[in-house]
C-alpha cells in the first residue's frame, strides 16, 4: 500500500509558511535522545507545545516550534512512571506531572535559551547534574557555539554529591543543593562576581564540561550569543566523535554517522507538527 503524502493544497501551504514571515519569527528545536535508556524531555514554558510529556526512546528524535520571544528550559527526565491522570515520579529530573508546568527537581542538567534578535543560550549544571547534553545552533550568525557537556559527571562525582538509586549513581548534586551556605550558593554576601568564585566541586565540574556553566557567575565561558538561528539540535548523551549537524530539507544530517538513526524520526515529527499546524490555523 503506496505511503500518504500530503495534498497539494497542504504542501503548498507548508512551503509557504516555511519560507514566509510566519516561519520567520519561531526556531525549531530537535531533540534527540542517544542515550541508552529512555528520556522523557522536560520543557517549560510549554504551553500549546504538545511533544513535552512524551517518552523518547533511544534512538528517536522529537521537534518542536518555539514562538518569537521564547524564553525557556529543556531538560531530561529519567526512570518516569507516570499514572491515567498523568501524575508520577521520575528518578531525576521529575516535575510532577507528564508535561511540566514548573522546573525538574534537581540534580538536573538543563538547557537554557532567550530567543529573540540575538539568541542567548546556554548549557546549566548549577543545579546539578543528570544526563550528558549539549546544544547545537544550525545557520545561524555569530559565536554560534556548540555548549554543553559530553562527559558523564555520575562516573566522577564527590561521593558526598552523589544521587543513588539500588546503589547507581543517578545524579550528581550541585554543592549548594548539598551544604546550603551562601559561598556555595552565591547570595548573600558572595552575590556578586567578584565574592563568587570557582569553588573545589564547581571546577571539578568544569573539567568534565568545560562550555557549560558550572557556577552561578560562570558566564564569560558558558554563555553564547548567536543571531538568524532557524534551529537548534539538542542532544541527550552525545558522542565524543559527533562534530557538525545540519537540518536542511527538514532532515538532520550529521557528518558522522552517529546520529543518523534519528533522520527518520525527525522527519516524521517535522510533518506532524506543520500538519497540526495547518489544523489549528484552519
Known sequence: MAKSRPTLPIAIFLIAISSGPWFSECTNFTIVNRCKETIWPGLIPSKNISTTGLALKSGLSTVFTAPSGWHGRIWGRTGCSFDSSNKGTCLTGGCGNETCSVPGKQPATIAEFTLGELDFYDVSLVGGFNLPMIVTPVQGK????????????????????????????????????????????????????????????SSSFKKVCPAAYSYAYDAPTSMFTCSNVSDYIVTFCPSRNQTECTYHGHKLVCNESGLKMGIEAITRSWWIVMLTLFATAS
Open 142 to 201: 555569530g559565536n554560534c557555539s556548540t555548549v554543553g557537556c559530553e562527559g558523564d559527571l555520575r562516573d566522577s562525582c564527590p561521593s558526598e554529591l552523589a544521587v543513588k538509586s539500588n546503589g547507581k549513581t543517578i545524579g550528581c548534586q550541585s554543592a549548594c543543593d548539598y551544604f546550603k551556605t551562601d559561598e556555595y550558593c552565591c547570595r548573600g554576601t558572595y552575590e556578586n562576581p567578584e565574592s563568587c568564585q570557582a569553588t573545589n566541586y
